[in-house]
Nanobody, 119 residues
Framework: QVQLVEFGGGSVQAGGSLRISCTFSGDTFTNYAMGWFRQAPGREREFVAT????????MYGDSVRDRFTISRDNPESMTFLQMNSLKPEDTAVYYCAARRLGIDEYNFWGQGTEVTVPS
């Protein structure tokens, strides 16, 4: 069974940077595309970014494009989200998710890590 564990969240001033990480275990990491999603209080879950199994292909949500960078370290089975120029509206719980190749849905999720950007 795939297990995902996020860490690295915290509180950071507006305009600052933060990197959150996700560890993967329980299967072959390179068989999965990885994604980051977030959910703010009272709002629906929002797509943030995804990275292909090789790490070459990436996609971003409109609200984070040009500020956030997703990456992965395949030998270490880890996924990262570098967040720059943080804004108060980036405040949310950030979730790591895994999507097995050939399947459309993200079928494994972490427990989330909280990021707070005070206004």
């Amino acid at each position: 069974q795939v297990q995902l564990v996020e860490f690295g969240g915290g509180s950071v001033q507006a305009g600052g940077s933060l990197r959150i990480s996700c560890t993967f275990s329980g299967d072959t990491f390179t068989n999965y595309a990885m994604g980051w999603f977030r959910q703010a209080p009272g709002r629906e879950r929002e797509f943030v970014a995804t990275v292909s199994s090789s790490g070459v292909g990436t996609m971003y949500g409109d609200s984070v494009r040009d500020r956030f960078t997703i990456s992965r370290d395949n030998p270490e089975s880890m996924t990262f989200l570098q967040m720059n120029s943080l804004k108060p509206e980036d405040t949310a719980v950030y979730y790591c998710a895994a999507r097995r190749l050939g399947i459309d849905e993200y079928n494994f999720w972490g427990q989330g890590t909280e990021v707070t950007v005070p206004s």
